[in-house]
């Protein structure tokens, strides 16, 4: 990616929502290349949607222990694979920025387009999922009321992080904006520093 103009809030909305629409979905199935900003953005919904299906397993009370405990580290998985999708984004994003000249008088962000984009995801999941239950046949006509209103309250909070995430790209694309990678290093999740898988003693 040479430029800016493939991100916008538009074209991320529309591949969320469509994927979202596919009977497929979720499916690893990625048609970008891994050296593009989004086959990351894909991966990055990808994982969102996995984790939303996990979340919703994890909460059954009809099944045995050990299948919670299955749903809970497909949990883990999933949001350590969503975590390294966002930094990913990131990552090539901030290539396209290494040829723009940053003004003096520019901000820094303390969100990156990458986390953005992985809010947008989740949003889409719940105007989505909201939309579904909004649908249903089999609830009272209060509890859809209810949920329509929530679904239009999830439509103008999207709405809102797009304006942020269009405002941003449009300022880094001029030198005005910029931001840094901050690596969220989670310890928890590497073999060699949890303190239960690498044989050091917990310290309390």
Known sequence: MQNFKEISSNKVLNYQDSRLKDIKWPEINNAFPSDHVWYWIHLNHFYNSSLWLEEDLARRVEVSDSEIAKNKRNIDK???KRNDAIEMIDTHILQIQEDIEIRHDSWQSSETLGSIIDRLSIASLKIHNMEI???RKDISSNEIDIAKTK?????IQRQDLAYCLDQLINGMN????????????????DPTMNPYLSGLKPQK
Do not use: D
Not at 174 to 189: D, L, P, W
């Open 174 to 189: 001029v030198g005005k904006a910029f931001y840094k990678i901050y690596r969220q290093h989670k310890m928890y999740n």
């Open 133 to 135: 239950q909004s649908n």
């Open 151 to 155: 679904k239009n309250q999830l439509i």
């Open 78 to 80: 999933f949001n350590q």
